[in-house]
């Protein structure tokens, strides 16, 4: 399958707020938290359609990252079960990481629901390991929050010893 990425824009709400209320049913967001998230620009929220149908919203996910702030957190994900399990749940926090990397991140750290394997699965692949539980954490169904953190890493570069040895020539 194949899915284009935009930022999220304020007339994105509605329908992201079609699929939050649907997936996440008792733990949903309400729409005015859904519409200061994407008006802030601390905030980095991208939305999946497929090609050429903008409009047709199948996933969206959200990054809380101040600028200068070294750490991030991923705010939400969600994809529809119809576009499930081609990718597009790693693709977009794979994107989100990157944006927190830009923003200067060097943690991102997330919540998951200790009875969504299936979520805490796609963050492990990712390298996210548990850090902590937060008992009770989602409400009323009381259920434990797994606190998640990745770490972003410096890139560190070194010349192969085959380019070294060419510059060196080139050098001489
Ligand atoms: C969790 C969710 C975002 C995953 O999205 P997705 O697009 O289906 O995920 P991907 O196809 O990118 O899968 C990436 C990896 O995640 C894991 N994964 C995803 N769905 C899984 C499932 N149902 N069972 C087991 N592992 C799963 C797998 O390791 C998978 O890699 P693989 O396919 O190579 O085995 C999606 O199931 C969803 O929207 N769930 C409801 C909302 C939710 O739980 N959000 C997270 C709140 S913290």
Redesign the pocket.
């Given at each position: 399958m194949t899915w284009q990425l935009r930022r999220a824009r304020q007339r994105d709400v509605d329908a992201i707020m079609v699929l939050e209320t649907s997936?996440f049913v008792n733990d949903a967001w309400s729409n005015g938290m859904m519409t200061r998230d994407i008006a802030d620009p601390s905030c980095y929220y991208l939305v999946a359609f497929p090609p050429d149908e903008p409009e047709n919203i199948v996933a969206y996910a959200g990054l809380l990252a101040p600028a200068g702030a070294v750490e991030g957190d991923i705010q939400t994900?969600?994809?529809a079960p119809s576009a499930?399990?081609?990718?597009?749940?790693?693709t977009l926090i794979q994107s989100l990481i990157t944006e927190a990397r830009k923003r200067g991140a060097r943690e991102v750290f997330?919540e998951?629901?200790a009875d969504?394997p299936?979520?805490q699965?796609?963050y492990a692949?990712l390298g996210f390991e548990d850090v902590g539980v937060r008992r009770g954490y989602y409400q009323p169904d009381g259920v434990d929050a797994i606190v998640m953190r990745a770490r972003i890493d410096e890139p560190v570069t070194t010349l192969a010893t085959d380019a070294a040895a060419e510059a060196t020539e080139e050098c001489e």
């Open positions: 997936i994900i969600a994809v499930r399990r081609s990718g597009l749940g790693r997330l998951v629901r969504n299936e979520a699965r796609l692949r």
